[in-house]
């Protein structure tokens, strides 16, 4: 799990170098292609239930599982890449929001806070606590800063498989039941969050998901695993 989390923070950080103004996201998918051949391993996400490419790049109000393609990034564009691959049988997954050039105030204060939350959440992740504390945490550090925490999608335990249980909502939903975590556990946190609406709708392409009120949106994750020293993050270089 270590060293599937780390190639993908690896790559990550390849695609940020390269996501400048005039560049497309199928260049970065075909540069994320060629990284994983490079190191060997097998992209997760494309196949996964019928989705077609590596990564998910999406844009400015595109929230997540954004399509690469040959449109040219542009100056104060906001870009969240997500991406996992499979290395030995063990999954890695991680995404990073990257301003395009020169982005706005309110750009650059939903990406922190964004990234914010995800450290926040994390902090939580510590064995004997409830699951829904990470979700407590992440929604109120958000909404504590006039931003809307995404409802749709959720984080996820991973290990042998892309998705496991338990869920790992970026909010506390309603009647909430004690779910205990333990060393051990491995998930993938992931605060997907709007400055207008915490609404989405779905493209006609059945997979890319936009505000509804076409507000920018921010998505970060890491994997961690708990142990009985508290929470260690995988996806990191």
């Known amino acids: 799990m270590r060293e599937a989390n780390r190639i993908v923070a690896v790559i990550l950080e390849e695609l940020k170098e390269l996501a400048k103004p005039g560049l497309t996201t199928l260049d970065l998918e075909r540069k994320a292609e060629s990284l994983c051949e490079q190191f060997k391993v097998r992209p997760a996400f494309k196949g996964y239930h019928g989705y077609p490419f590596i990564l998910c790049c999406s844009v400015n109000e595109q929230v997540v599982h954004g399509f690469p393609n040959t449109k040219p990034l542009e100056e104060g564009d906001l870009l969240s890449v997500d991406m996992g691959i499979v290395y030995k049988g063990f999954y890695g997954d991680a995404a990073r929001t990257f301003g395009i050039g020169a982005i706005s105030q309110k750009a650059r204060e939903l990406s922190e806070v964004t990234e914010q939350a995800l450290y926040v959440g994390i902090?939580?992740?510590?064995?004997?606590?409830?699951?829904?504390?990470?979700?407590?945490?992440?929604?109120?550090?958000?909404?504590?800063?006039?931003?809307?925490?995404?409802?749709?999608?959720?984080?996820h335990g991973i290990g042998t498989k892309l998705h496991e249980k338990p869920e790992v909502p970026n909010f506390v939903p309603l009647n909430a039941s004690k779910i205990r975590l333990k060393a051990g556990m491995t998930l993938a946190i992931e605060p997907m969050v709007a400055v207008g609406t915490d609404e989405v709708e779905i493209l006609e392409d059945k997979w890319t998901a936009v505000t509804k009120d076409r507000s920018l949106a921010a998505h970060f994750e890491h994997t961690i695993a708990i142990t009985g020293d508290g929470p260690i993050i995988l996806s990191k270089v």
């Open 123 to 155: 902090e939580q992740a510590r064995a004997g606590n409830n699951l829904y504390d990470i979700s407590a945490a992440i929604q109120n550090y958000v909404e504590s800063r006039g931003f809307h925490v995404i409802k749709r999608f959720v984080g």
